[in-house]
């Protein structure tokens, strides 16, 4: 039988969140408290009386809403299948056969695991104050330096020029910056990294999963230099963003009054949230996501005191950082979950 490549064994397989056994307590995957905008039902039943037809295999309707929404050209776009399509891409046009990584320790598990499929080499430099450590990340000659901002899983975040000085120093040949939970931060416009974009200085990744609620649908986008664009486009597959997934994603960009609520509920809710885990003793990391980081000397124990209230979160040992429980952001209904077990003792 035929044997797989030898360096396949070393990787982990990504384990996702479980979901509890009500939506309210589902708070182990960072999907968006109030879903979706109505008008995304809408537009996917529509598009589907042609499922039987191929979408379009660029999605330049997408394409150029997208244009016009980060003032970039839409050749500057490219669309994917959840932002992961678009990292593996990546991995394989610039990381394959020799190729060299940096990112944060702990990684997001995609970066970690596109880079271990194509056999690259992977430093992973440990975070500095629960934040990236941009200094000895611009040190090290790499082909990608990856730099998820907001951080995953912490919520910490470096601002624009921040991001600014570290692309001017970095010895990585291209810098991509994940920003899928961008949209929850104070200021976005302080933070993004579409600036650099813009200018070809570094490729940006978005996603439809956060902050519109379509995680179930698949849908991220990368922004960059159109020379990149144009190679990744070479090794995507045709179709891999559906017609239902690009018409539910154009009602989701069209309904800025939804997003705009998204991230209202997801900052107050997340002050809330701050303010009762702290009040029950434990040390929260300071967030910009949809997701806070909780310090616990007993992982297991505050994991257990939640699930006997309906509640799932991710244990911090399963993203590399043990002694830590990452919880999401809830609704409104879940913030009365997460008292009620927190007053549990």
């Known amino acids: ?121 992977l430093t992973k430099v440990p975070l500095r104050d629960w934040t990236h450590d941009l200094d000895t990340m611009a040190a090290i000659p790499a082909d990608i330096a990856y730099v998820v901002n907001p951080h995953n899983p912490t919520g910490t975040v470096a601002g624009r020029g921040a991001l600014e000085r570290f692309v001017a120093t970095a010895r990585a040949r291209l810098v991509v910056v994940d920003e899928a939970y961008i949209d929850f931060t104070d200021d976005p416009d302080a933070t993004t990294a579409l600036p650099l974009a813009r200018r070809g200085q570094a490729v940006v990744l978005r996603t439809f999963s956060k902050v519109h609620g379509l995680a179930g649908l698949r849908v991220g986008y990368l922004i960059g230099n159109q020379e990149i664009v144009a190679t990744l486009r070479k090794i995507r597959a045709p179709f891999s963003v559906s017609a239902l997934a690009q018409a539910a994603a154009l009602a989701a960009v069209r309904d800025p009054d939804h997003t705009d609520a998204v991230r209202r509920h997801t900052r107050d809710h997340r002050a809330a949230l701050t303010d009762l885990i702290s009040k029950a003793g434990y040390r929260v990391v300071p967030s910009q996501a949809n997701f806070v980081l909780v310090q616990t000397p007993d992982e297991q124990r505050l994991i257990d005191r939640l699930a006997a209230h309906g509640i799932t979160v991710r244990p911090g040992s399963s993203l590399g950082v043990p002694g830590t429980v990452r919880m999401s952001v809830p609704t409104a209904k879940g913030l009365d979950l997460v008292a009620l077990a927190l007053a549990s003792g």
Do not use: K
């Open 1 to 121: 039988m035929i044997e797989a490549r030898p360096w396949l064994d070393r990787i982990q397989p990504y384990r996702p969140g479980r979901h509890a056994t009500s939506a309210d307590g589902s708070m182990a995957s960072n999907e968006s408290p109030l879903g979706a905008s109505p008008a995304v039902a809408e537009a996917v039943a529509a598009a589907a009386v042609e499922a039987h037809l191929y979408p379009d295999p660029l999605a330049l309707a997408l394409r150029e809403e997208l244009a016009c929404l980060h003032d970039v050209h839409p050749d500057q776009i490219l669309l994917g299948n959840g932002s992961d399509e678009l990292i593996f891409l990546l991995a394989w046009a610039y990381l394959a056969q020799g190729g060299h990584a940096v990112c944060a320790d702990p990684a997001y598990r995609m970066d970690e695991i596109s880079s271990q499929v194509v056999d690259a080499q």
